[in-house]
């Protein structure tokens, strides 16, 4: 079903151009697989920034310094 949707997509971007739109079903297709690539990436590094995030604001509000330096590096104890 998401194929479909992006070859449908394609297509209609591609008949704008006047064209059969058998060219742009394909590159629809091709950028739909590439989506579903990347989106698991990017919401596993959404995921682990804020969890980094959090952890840096409690350890801040627990102990009232930042734990990163200001040349981005963790600082000593």
């Known amino acids: 079903m998401a194929n479909l949707l992006g070859a449908l997509i394609g297509a209609a971007i591609d008949r704008q151009d006047g064209d059969s739109g058998i060219k742009g079903a394909i590159i ?40 990163v330096g200001s040349d981005g590096r963790l600082q000593s104890s």
């Open 28 to 67: 629809g297709t091709v950028a739909e697989s590439a989506i579903r690539a990347v989106v698991p990436l990017v919401a596993t590094f959404a995921i682990g920034w804020a969890v980094q995030y959090g952890i840096r604001k409690g350890f801040q509000a627990i102990s009232g310094q930042d734990p």
